[in-house]
């Protein structure tokens, strides 16, 4: 017995429709490599899942996708992104071009990849590393000063807390002092006077 025939509508069942959806995207990529091979065909082939996943196959490299997306566009006439996409890739690709030339740079300045430099590139080079040591240079004094200017702020204020600390200690000393004398010392009316004559005699 032959398959039915099933009527083509979205599957409501999630999970379903997710079978579903895996083994017909895997049997359009199979069919998309047969043809390629079979015939000779160029096909780039884009399938976005309704989770937002895409799937992407194309017949050779990136230069083949680009090949025959500009074929489509000189045949239907129709552009898939107007010019202000088209500038925003020339920007991508000047900055990556920026990028790998930075990159380059980097290297030489590490030592890297210098033989190939002729002897203008190396005085440049030279030149260039000759700066940027002094630059180093001059940052790292403005931060020794920074550091010595902040130890003698330090020193400074542990003089004026030692200061302030040890006047606080000697006033509680001549405290302590006077009130120890204070209790020492002996009462006026109880003591001896001897130039009266004995209260008991009087008496």
Not at 55 to 68: A, F, L
Not at 108 to 133: P, Q, R
């Given at each position: 017995m032959g398959r039915g025939k099933i009527e083509i509508k979205r599957i409501e069942n999630s999970s379903n429709r997710q079978v579903t959806y895996n083994k017909r995207r895997n049997g359009i990529i199979k069919k998309a490599k047969e043809i390629t091979v079979l015939c000779d065909a160029k096909v780039s082939l884009i399938i976005i899942a309704s989770s937002g996943k895409m799937?992407?196959?194309?017949?050779?490299?990136?230069?083949?996708?680009?090949?025959?997306l500009d074929k489509y566009h000189s045949q239907t006439g129709r552009r898939l992104w107007d010019a202000k996409h088209e500038n925003l890739s020339n920007e991508v690709d000047r900055v990556k071009k920026d990028n790998d030339g930075m990159q380059i740079e980097l290297r030489?300045?590490?030592?890297?990849?210098?033989?190939?430099?002729?002897?203008?590139?190396?005085?440049?080079?030279?030149?260039?590393?000759?700066?940027?040591?002094a630059s180093i240079r001059d940052r790292m004094s403005k931060y020794v000063d920074a550091v010595r200017k902040n130890n003698i702020a330090l020193e400074d204020e542990h003089k004026r807390l030692t200061y302030q600390l040890n006047k606080v200690m000697n006033i509680e000393e001549n405290l302590r002092e006077i009130n120890y004398n204070s209790s020492n010392q002996i009462p006026f009316a109880l003591r001896v006077q001897p130039n009266q004559p004995n209260l008991q005699d009087r008496m």
């Open positions: 799937v992407e196959y194309c017949s050779g490299t990136e230069e083949t996708r680009k090949k025959i030489h300045l590490k030592g890297e990849d210098i033989s190939s430099l002729n002897h203008v590139d190396l005085m440049a080079l030279e030149e260039a590393l000759e700066n940027g040591l």
